[in-house]
């Protein structure tokens, strides 16, 4: 995973990383001991058997119980994260870190969540659709074009909820819940945030939103839980002022003089 190669290179065990994805590529040429084992969902299980790692870190969001399921048969110890809040990150992280043998390595990132997690805003939360993918298949009895959106349930929610929004559709339970454009279009929402990543959405996905306001946030920040995840609130809440800022403005005044 991305953000837990990152998060070894943040306390400083990038040397100890034997192999990594051929999604984990940041900090770059951070990780000269690693081979690359293809990717979160099909690795080189062999490949990874044969490096004889005493630990593979694995998240239940992007590897597949499979590959977990036949690294343990092969004798390979796995830590599957489980997080789907900023609470479960901090969590996770800590616990991560006693394993690894570098108790207090994760305080400046798990005292970082805490204080994201505290200031927190208790209400007035503005509306937001984040979407990440689209051009799946109508749904039935449909003929617009389904997008997937992130749900209520996930790690990226709980950090959005940090820094001041609410993630629409509303779909109490659900992670990744799938809407119509038509129901987008429809929908009464404050911002549109568009990620770069899983999905790299752009210009021509904004040009299909007209009716709402969208903005281009980083990806990686927000589904990146880890050592981004607190400056990733704080650039959050500035646009969360600046997006209330907006709304606020009198009848008529120009956006110049806002």
């Known amino acids: 995973m991305p953000n837990l190669t990152e998060t070894l290179w943040w306390w400083h065990l990038a040397d100890r990383v034997v192999g990594r994805t051929e999604w984990c590529t940041a900090p770059p040429d951070a990780f000269p001991a690693s081979v690359t084992v293809r990717g979160t969902k099909n690795p080189d299980v062999a490949a990874v058997v044969d490096l004889a790692p005493d630990l593979v870190i694995a ?15 092969a004798g390979v110890p796995v830590w599957v994260t489980r997080v789907r809040t900023l609470a479960d990150a901090s969590t996770s992280l800590s616990r991560l870190a006693a ?25 007035g939360l503005q509306r937001a659709f984040v979407p990440i993918w689209r051009g799946l298949p109508p749904g039935e009895g449909r003929d617009d074009e389904t997008w997937m959106a992130v749900g209520p349930a996930t790690i ?10 609410t993630v629409w559709p509303d779909a109490p339970g659900e992670r990744y819940p799938t809407v119509g ?13 568009l990620t770069d990543e899983p999905y790299a959405f752009g210009p021509a996905d904004a ?6 306001r969208v903005r281009a946030i980083d990806g990686t920040g927000l589904f990146w839980w ?16 600046h ?16």
């Open 156 to 165: 990226a929610a709980d950090v959005l909820a940090a820094a001041g929004f």
């Open 226 to 241: 880890g050592p981004r995840t607190a400056s990733t609130v704080a650039d959050l809440r500035r646009l969360t002022r």
């Open 181 to 193: 454009l038509d129901a987008v279009l429809a929908a009464d929402l404050d911002v549109v945030l």
């Open 243 to 258: 997006l209330g800022r907006r709304r606020r403005r009198p009848e008529g005044r120009s956006r110049s003089t806002g």
């Open 207 to 212: 040009a299909d939103l007209p009716r709402h």
């Open 99 to 123: 394993v690894l043998g570098v108790p207090g390595a994760e305080r400046d990132v798990t005292d970082a969540l805490a204080r994201v997690h505290a200031t927190r805003p208790q209400g």
């Open 59 to 73: 998240n239940e969001e992007e590897n597949r119980p499979l590959d977990v399921d036949r690294l343990r048969d």
